[in-house]
């Protein structure tokens, strides 16, 4: 062994690389680090100059699949030509794969560098040690494959029987048995339940997280490390409550193989990517109605399905939940001609109404918008529809909200119950501890009182809270029954009440409706909506469009007529509006756009708007400054009360700018706003009083 070890190599670096793959190994295989860690001594017996330790790749597995600072640090050191020997216990401490040992043997060729384990000390110039490391290698390798081979197997073979043991997620616990059971804490229990419940009354998982931060309850959560795991309370968590809501465990299935790796070649090399969420057909193994369960599995199910509703961004061809946008049917409109899902688009000034558009393919530039309508007489004729298919179930729907409050405040009390429970239990245990310490040691002692305190003041801010609430649900006014039964038997009233907020109304349309299927019908200037309700009926129902084109169809003017009074006086967007609402066309029977409407003037020689004539302003303009819409400036106007005019009829409207301070428009327009409802702001916002899910 040391016939190979020449002065050259003792001038130089001895590195002794230390790697255990995973980090129970490294808490738990002791002695097999302690043994790597004295090659240093015997690289100092050797009489190298000096000995470097590379420990920065302990718990990281050698099999390529993850980054290895310190075998590139390694690597990098052999390769400036100052390492003499390179110690390690034995070449699977090294590398787990072809490449990196390999790599290794090649640069420590170049630089003369010697490869040490305990069976002696390899040169890999000369071409039979170079021979012995390549086996030793390959051998690292294959030991590698065959022990995951039969580990995997063994596994495997366990969770097909449902006996395979792994982390379970708060409120389960493994019995002595070897069986998944309830925690018998009854604090986690309620915990967890009440998850659930909110759940199915809120219909979101961010209500939920909401709710729970709004009442203050804390949620049980696994605080794992190598070998230690440990329950704590935490305040809410949204990827703790959807981890909770998707977990089949809680559904009393066995459930093990949901999440997955991927590899994908980076720089070159392998590199493992973990946490990739598989579909439930690709589960290795379920197991439905293994253990007791939170939930049954058909409302595990129907939960995914809400949750898959609620994502957006996911299928964009089902239907979606309402998020309480002003639009009643957000997520079920869909386009009877191309089969997508129509969206929302909501207009960004005060007033402006939403409306459903379907884009088409509009993955291809120039395929074009596919079909549209304002949303307001879709949307009034739906809820009709909704109101009298649930009007048999006033009386139930009544009930049920007169309870909903009382049973919210009840959750919370109920929760805070628990916590104060636990509280008191916590205190007894501190005041057993302080009672046991030797009151000579006053540097326990104190620390231990201060617990002791500390325990006492949080079961007075506990009992605090639980009063407030009691107090607040006595004062709330007592409900009416008799009158709530009343109020039910008119719905409208209910529907249309300023309290109600479209939530909740979006929630009730996407418990009875599946989708609505939109078309247009030119010959009767129609929308049809085919309703295909939540039991399996289907109902048609036919909206009346808009009247639109009434211009005077033997009054309309040619393009080059209208362009040559209008030219100058507005922008060519404006223009080509213009020409489209008196029904012009283009020379190829086309309507008109900006990029037409300036081809043409300046085919004509036409000034282009330079926006500087100051003497008027435009009804939007106008509208704006006395904070009334266009449509009730456009009539005051129209009647004359307005001064303004057209160059065309047709075309925009040119308000003088003297006249928006005269004092008997003024007049007018506050008699506009004075017609306006009381709740107009309420109405145009929907900002508005959120009331519990239906």
């Not at 470097?52 to 640090?73: A, N, Q, Y």
């Not at 020379?587 to 037409?596: I, M, N, P, S």
């Amino acid at each position: 062994m040391t016939s190979k070890i020449t002065p050259d190599h003792l001038s130089r670096i001895a590195v002794v690389y230390v790697r255990q793959s995973t980090l129970t190994q490294v808490t738990g295989n002791l002695e097999s680090q302690r043994r790597q860690y004295d090659l240093a001594g015997a690289a100092t017996a050797a009489g190298f100059a000096s000995t470097t330790v590379i420990d920065e790749d302990l718990g990281r597995s050698g099999s390529g699949s993850m980054e290895r600072p310190g075998f590139e640090k390694l690597v990098a050191m052999v390769c400036s030509g100052d390492v003499g020997a390179v110690y390690c216990i034995e070449a699977s401490r090294l590398a787990r794969n072809g490449r990196d040992w390999h790599h290794l043997i090649d640069l420590c060729a170049l630089a003369g560098t010697l490869v040490i384990d305990p069976d002696g000390s390899y040169d890999p110039r000369l071409i039979n040690e170079r021979l012995l490391l390549g086996l030793k290698g390959t051998m690292a390798e294959y030991e590698l494959s065959l022990i995951r081979q039969r580990g995997l197997a063994a596994r495997d073979a366990k969770v097909r029987r449902g006996e395979y043991r792994f982390a379970l997620p708060p409120g389960l616990c493994w019995s002595e048995a070897g069986t998944i059971e309830i925690d018998p804490d009854e604090h986690v229990q309620e915990a967890i339940r009440l998850v659930f419940a909110k759940f199915r009354e809120l219909g979101s998982a961010r209500q939920v997280f909401l709710w729970l931060r709004t009442a203050a309850i804390k949620m049980p959560v696994m605080r794992r490390n190598v070998d230690v795991c440990k329950l704590e309370w935490k305040p809410p968590a949204y990827h703790s409550v959807v981890q909770i809501l998707h977990n089949p465990l809680y559904a009393g299935a066995y459930a093990f193989g949901r999440v997955g790796q991927r590899t994908k070649v980076v720089d070159g090399r392998s590199r493992k990517i973990s946490g990739y969420q598989k579909p439930q057909e690709e589960w290795s193994t379920l197991i439905p109605d293994h253990h007791p369960g939170y939930i049954s599995w058909q409302d595990y199910e129907e939960n995914q399905r809400l949750l898959l509703d609620n994502a957006y961004m996911k299928s964009n061809c089902s239907r979606k939940s309402g998020r309480g946008g002003r639009a009643l049917l957000t997520g079920l409109m869909r386009c009877g001609r191309c089969g997508r899902m129509m969206r929302v688009f909501y207009g960004m000034e005060k007033g402006h109404a939403h409306r459903y558009q379907c884009r088409g393919d509009d993955a291809h530039v120039g395929a074009g918008l596919c079909i549209g309508i304002g949303g307001l007489r879709i949307d009034r004729a739906i809820a009709l529809a909704c109101l009298e298919a649930v009007s048999d179930r006033a009386v139930e729907a009544a009930i049920f909200a007169s309870d909903q409050l009382v049973r919210s405040a009840n959750d919370i009390i109920a929760a805070i119950e628990r916590d104060l429970e636990a509280a008191r239990y916590e205190a007894s245990l501190a005041a057993r501890r302080y009672e046991l310490v030797d009151p000579a040691k006053r540097h326990v002692a104190r620390e231990l009182e201060a617990r002791w305190n500390a325990a006492l003041e949080r079961i007075v801010e506990l009992e605090k809270r639980i009063e407030e609430k009691r107090a607040g649900l006595a004062a709330q006014p007592k409900i009416d029954r008799a009158m709530l039964l009343q109020l039910a038997q008119d719905l409208p009233a209910v529907w249309n009440a300023p309290s109600t907020d479209t939530r909740t109304k979006q929630r009730l349309v996407h418990t009875l409706i599946k989708e609505v299927v939109f078309d247009l019908d030119s010959e009767t200037n129609e929308a049809v909506l085919l309703v295909h309700w939540v039991g399996g009926r289907h109902s048609e129902l036919r909206v009346a469009r808009v009247k639109t084109g009434r211009y005077p169809k033997d009054n309309i003017p040619t393009a080059v007529e209208a362009l040559r009074k209008l030219a100058g006086h507005w922008p060519d967007k404006e223009l080509a509006v213009s020409l489209n609402r008196m029904l012009c066309k283009t020379g190829d029977g086309e309507t008109w756009t900006t990029v037409r409407v300036r081809e043409m003037r300046e085919r004509l020689g036409l000034p282009d708007y330079d926006g500087k004539n100051d003497n008027y302003v435009s009804l939007a303009k106008a509208a704006e400054r006395f904070g009334i819409c266009i449509g009730s400036a456009r009539r005051l106007a129209e009647t004359g009360l307005l001064p303004g005019r057209q160059i065309m009829k047709g075309s925009p409207w040119l308000i003088p700018t003297a006249a928006l301070d005269d004092e008997n428009v003024q007049i007018e327009v506050q008699k506009v706003i004075g017609r306006r409802s009381a709740f107009y702001t309420n109405y145009q916002y929907d900002r508005l009083t959120r009331l519990p899910g239906i």
